[in-house]
């Protein structure tokens, strides 16, 4: 067969093969991604961030938010707060169906969302913040 | 000895962004996308040089000498040298962005480069030939990709000011319906003194970001679906009035711009943040079906609509006119057969409106002619570089911290997906063809550009360590008290 020809085919499967080489690179950096993103824990709803307090928690805490997480100063609290602002058993947040809903459980100094005090119920969103007593919680996404 | 002046006292200004951090993995894809870049200019090369040599005696040449010289060297040499400044820059910015994006958008933009290298230059461009000013435009491109991905620490400007950006979007649209020029019988460029664009471009990035804001601030509201209409269940109805005005732009666009392409695409995203938000396929089936009969009716009423699936349906009954770009279309892929016909191997009329070539093969049809010159082969890669843009977003917006920042990444990269695959499917008359750009290939400073600010700034919300989203104020709201 002519040289020639057989240059020009090598150069042209040459560059395919070269495109598919980077695309093999790019998936096995995308696979090895994925899998450590599958090794953390994904059973997390949500978490939520302590963005100030006056103690126990310290600030930049991550607490992981379950379906039903209840909130107050009582050791029986999935989030327990050690501020003497904060009642026994202060708040509960729930994730229901697609949303998360804030409720105050009769505390004495209330639960804020975003500032505005909860009268019962208010639905969340991530990116909210919640204030009791003296700390304040921010709901975030569990990604990364 | 000198003591070394304290860190606080040193990093003053620009320098205290300065924080190099070492980004391998990009630095090895790009090594890769050098590579195949160079062996794609020396196939070009070789063959333009036979393909000479044909012309010239009548056959082959019957040696390897003067085979071995790269088309366009410095073109190339000057695109590499970009994406090598781009990763510096990257590197010196140090923040923990992603690192597969901008490989990925610098093989298609080289792609991009060789196609128009390839093609007759006197085919458009200001500054000196086709490949010359694609250069420019994406050299702007990847630095506005970089200046975006560095500099944007901080979404607050992106959401706070939703409503504005919506207003912005609206004006440039009846701007474009009010001074755009018709170009080919689509009202698609605007151009304000010296400065003409695509605003379609920018307006879909805008969409982007308003969708953004307002599904993360109703997304409860919109799952709640307290209204019912016979068996469907609607959202409460001040709701659904963005969603009504979505439709009504979709098809303005189409009546007034005669362009189907960006209303297809306007329409999309919005249809799939919606499900991105809600997790609800009702809307989607909902919003299809107003699409299509809204579709119906433009159909049955305005000439040009009539035409554009007129072609698409049976392209060969007017193969000679009105359906001839996409008929030559064809007949490219069906040459480039599995594995194509090698870069510069195609018709030597690709192009330039000779007879056997496409017209608007530069902005339209580049899939087309990859299809032609790389074979089913390329183009399955190339269709794989727009799948890895988008497991890139997807990805980001699945680790994001908020809803906001979730649905921008998921709509940014499903924006540039959703074009690559509308333009792809018209030039394989799979939908009617449109006018809109194949992303980072197409020619066309509008475009690139646009791409290079989207994915710019999905490498800004990649950053792992970028500072948290500032507390939502105070609203009034949303009825959902008891």
Redesign the interface.
């Given at each position: 067969m002519d040289p020639v020809v057989i240059a020009l085919w090598i150069l042209r499967l040459a560059f395919l093969a070269l495109l598919y080489l980077f695309l093999a690179a790019v998936v096995r950096v995308l696979l090895r991604d994925l899998r450590a993103a599958a090794r953390e824990p994904a059973t997390v709803l949500g978490r939520l961030v302590v963005v100030a307090s006056p103690g126990d928690p310290p600030v930049g805490t991550a607490l992981p938010a379950d379906a039903v997480t209840t909130i107050g100063r009582d050791v029986n609290n999935t989030i327990v707060l050690d501020d003497p602002f904060v009642t026994g058993e202060h708040a509960v947040l729930t994730f229901r169906g697609r949303a998360w809903f804030v409720e105050d459980l009769q505390s004495t100094n209330g639960t804020f969302l975003n500032g505005e005090p909860v009268d019962g119920v208010a639905a969340a969103a991530f990116g909210d913040e919640l204030t009791i007593g003296g700390v304040r919680l921010r709901l975030e996404r569990p990604g990364r | 000895m000198s003591a070394a002046p304290p860190v606080g006292r040193l990093r003053r200004g620009i320098w205290a962004y300065v924080r190099p951090r070492p980004r391998w993995?990009e630095l090895?894809?790009l090594v890769?996308?050098g590579?195949?870049l160079f062996?794609?200019s020396?196939?070009l090369g070789?063959?333009l040089a036979?393909r000479a040599a044909i012309l010239a005696t009548g056959g082959?040449?019957?040696?390897?000498d003067g085979?071995a010289t790269p088309a366009g060297a410095d073109l190339l040499a000057v695109y590499l040298g970009a994406l090598l400044a781009a990763h510096l820059a990257l590197v010196l910015a140090g923040r923990r962005t992603d690192?597969?994006l901008l490989?990925?958008v610098g093989?298609l933009g080289g792609l991009s480069l060789l196609l128009m290298e390839r093609l007759p230059q006197d085919l458009a461009g200001a500054l000196g030939g086709l490949a010359r000013t694609q250069l420019v435009w994406l050299v702007l491109g990847i630095g506005a990709l970089v200046a975006v991905g560095v500099a944007v620490r901080n979404d607050t400007w992106l959401r706070r000011y939703k409503y504005t950006w919506a207003a912005v979007g609206i004006g440039l649209l009846l701007l474009t319906f009010v001074l755009g020029r018709e170009v080919n019988g689509q009202r698609l460029t605007l151009a304000i003194g010296p400065i003409s664009g695509q605003p379609t471009e920018l307006l879909k990035v805008i969409l982007v970001i308003f969708l953004a804001g307002y599904l993360?601030e109703n997304?409860?509201l919109l799952?709640e679906q307290s209204t019912r209409l016979g068996p469907l269940r609607l959202p409460p109805l001040p709701y659904l009035a963005p969603m009504v005005a979505m439709w009504a732009i979709a098809l303005g666009i189409v009546v007034v711009q005669r362009d189907l392409g960006a209303a297809l695409l306007l329409f999309a995203v919005f249809l799939l943040l919606l499900y991105v938000a809600?997790?609800r396929w009702s809307y989607v089936v909902m919003g299809l079906a107003a699409f299509v009969v809204g579709g119906g009716v433009l159909y049955a009423a305005f000439r040009h609509v009539r035409t554009r699936i007129d072609i698409w349906l049976d392209p060969f009954s007017q193969a000679h006119d009105a359906g001839y770009q996409v008929v030559q279309a064809l007949h490219a892929f069906a040459r480039g057969g599995i594995?194509?016909t090698?870069?510069g191997?195609g018709l030597p009329t690709v192009g330039g409106g000779l007879p056997g070539g496409i017209p608007e093969v530069h902005t339209d049809f580049p899939f087309a002619a990859l299809g032609e010159e790389?074979?089913l082969?390329?183009v399955l890669?190339v269709l794989?570089?727009y799948l890895?843009l988008i497991?890139?977003g997807l990805?980001i917006a699945?680790?994001?911290?908020?809803?906001?920042r979730?649905i921008l990444a998921a709509g940014l990269s499903l924006v540039v997906g959703v074009q690559a695959c509308i333009i792809a499917a018209g030039n394989l008359k799979l939908v009617p063809l449109t006018g809109i750009t194949l992303p980072f290939v197409s020619y066309g400073g509008s475009s690139i550009l646009a791409n290079g600010l989207i994915v710019g700034l999905l490498l800004a919300l990649s950053d792992?360590g970028v500072e948290?989203?500032p507390?939502?104020?105070?609203?009034a709201r949303?009825g959902?008290?008891?």
């Open positions: - | 993995r090895g894809l890769v996308v590579c195949a062996v794609g020396l196939s070789a063959t036979v082959p040449p019957a040696s390897l085979l690192q597969v490989p990925t093989l993360s997304r409860s799952v809600t997790a594995l194509g090698g870069l191997g790389l074979g082969i390329g890669a794989g570089l890895v497991e890139r990805r699945a680790s994001a911290v908020d809803e906001f979730a792992r948290a989203p507390p939502p104020a105070p609203r949303r959902l008290r008891r």
